[in-house]
């Protein structure tokens, strides 16, 4: 019986030998992995350095940070510049040849008037203080929301700009300032968008919108015309193989891209602006009617399901009062 004993825990003893063994290797197999893979990501920076010289690198780096993260003018000059460009198109040509096809006035002029109503938005835009929160007027903004508790804490303190932070606020790291209702920084307008300017932003949204739909509807309707006027699509054309072949759509592109090349350029390119444009005026204007911010929306998308509720709605109209009038501490009372 003594022996049987022996030869069971010897046995047992053995495999828990084996089993320690096992589980060694393990663990210095995996340290061979980390250690390998820590090696590989030395070696990327490695490779990258004897690809692209340091100093190139280096000024690749503090030309992206130059351009996406400190305030400058250049996407205003874009902006403008892109402007110019697409109505000196307009007045060159289009505005023009649609007068030879008598085109009605007030609709030639209406680019124009909404031209004339952008740029005034988009210098509110531009030049409106979006709602700076500072140590001087943080008690302005600190109860015009309530905290969430989940996106919004109460009590909280910025670390960059050590003020307490109102709810639905944030700091902007181009413009160095905490915003009241924070939504975006916009570069093309060179400011942040919060409470005090987002209902100048939405405008603004708007007319571009509406300028490049302007603009398309007319160019299209010339080019239209121009086609219909000569009978083009009742017309045959020789292939490369010299057979006849009736007129289709292709053909009538590339004829009006050879006869007027700056205008079908031009015609692509505000569809495309119109359609972008379009889209993310809606998305504002949804963002506005249930009284959420960009940041928000977001940032919303990282919670599950359920785990996130937007408190801050009060329904349709009152959403729109409050884009409209924003939101502020509520003064306290005499006694």
Not at 121 to 127: D, E, N, T, Y
Not at 239 to 268: E, K, N, S, Y
Request: charged share 15%.
């Amino acid at each position: 019986m003594t022996g049987f004993r022996l030869v069971r825990w010897s046995h047992e003893a053995k495999l828990a030998l084996e089993d320690r063994r096992l589980s060694c290797a393990g663990k210095e197999c995996g340290h061979r992995l980390q250690k390998v893979g820590s090696d590989q990501s030395r070696r990327k920076p490695d490779v990258l350095s004897r690809v692209i010289p340091a100093q190139v690198h280096g000024a690749a780096q503090r030309g992206l940070h130059r351009l996406f993260h400190t305030r400058h003018c250049l996407f205003v000059a874009l902006h403008l510049a892109l402007e110019v460009l697409v109505y000196g198109e307009y007045s060159w040509e289009v505005f023009g040849y649609c007068q030879e096809l008598e085109f009605g006035l007030p609709l030639l002029l209406l680019p124009y008037l909404l031209l004339t109503v952008n740029m005034g938005f988009f210098v509110l835009c531009s030049k409106t203080d979006p709602g700076a929160v500072t140590k001087a007027n943080q008690a302005l903004f600190l109860h015009a929301y309530a905290y969430d508790g989940v996106m919004f804490e109460k009590g909280a303190k910025c670390a960059t700009c050590s003020v307490r932070k109102p709810a639905r606020s944030k700091h902007c790291g181009v413009c160095c300032a905490c915003v009241h209702r924070f939504d975006h920084h916009c570069v093309w307008v060179n400011n942040c968008i919060g409470a005090f300017n987002a209902r100048y932003f939405l405008v603004y949204l708007l007319t571009l919108s509406a300028m490049a739909t302007a603009i398309a509807v007319i160019t299209a309707a010339f080019l239209i015309q121009v086609v219909s006027l000569s009978n083009l699509m009742l017309g045959y054309y020789t292939d490369d193989q010299g057979q006849d072949r009736p007129v289709d759509a292709v053909f009538v592109i590339q004829h009006l891209f050879l006869t007027f090349p700056r205008m079908v350029f031009l015609l692509g390119f505000v569809i495309v602006l119109a359609i972008i444009l379009g889209s993310y005026f809606c998305f504002g204007l949804y963002l506005v009617l249930t009284n959420q911010t960009s940041y928000e929306w977001f940032k919303s998308r990282r919670f599950k399901s359920g785990a996130y509720t937007n408190i801050y709605s009060r329904g349709v109209w009152g959403n729109l009062v409050e884009i409209a009038k924003p939101l502020m501490s509520p003064e306290p009372k005499r006694q």
